[in-house]
């Protein structure tokens, strides 16, 4: 079965930091981008970054951009990291992982639709 899965959410103070995994089961993450979205109460899913195949290019969303790294284990590319640092109040949400293909990245990287295998999130807390 393809799937991805999401860990390492959790409760953290303002300004501490947290590394969400997206470990993949059931295929290879050779040939995808990775992509992280979140979804905040009330709000809209947006993407927040995007990591090419080859992790030779990386995307961020403006309000996570100097605070964030998303990486992969391309070692044996079944991972993808979100280094998540000096966290905000606003960066609570649920994080979803998803893959994307490389294709025209830097175009569609940002839309929700042009992704599949999304896992089932994991609850991030920021707060005091």
């Known amino acids: 079965q393809v799937q991805l899965e999401e860990s390492g959410g959790g409760l953290v103070q303002p300004g501490g930091s947290l590394r969400l995994s997206c470990a993949a089961s059931?295929?290879?993450?050779?040939?995808?981008?990775i992509g992280w979205f979140r979804q905040a109460p009330g709000k809209e899913r947006e993407a927040v970054s995007c990591?090419?195949?080859?992790?030779?290019?990386?995307?961020y969303t403006d309000s996570v951009k100097g605070r964030f790294t998303i990486s992969r284990d391309n070692a044996k590319n079944t991972t993808v990291y979100l280094q998540m640092n000096n966290v905000k109040p606003e960066d609570t949400a649920v994080y979803y992982c998803?893959?994307?293909?490389?294709?025209?990245?830097?175009?569609?990287?940002?839309?929700?639709?042009?992704?599949?295998?999304w896992g089932q999130g994991t609850q991030v807390t920021v707060s005091s």
């Open positions: 990591i090419s195949s080859r992790a030779d290019i990386t995307y």
């Open positions: 059931g295929f290879n993450l050779d040939y995808y981008a």
């Open positions: 998803a893959t994307v293909i490389d294709a025209g990245l830097r175009h569609v990287w940002g839309r929700e639709k042009e992704y599949d295998n």
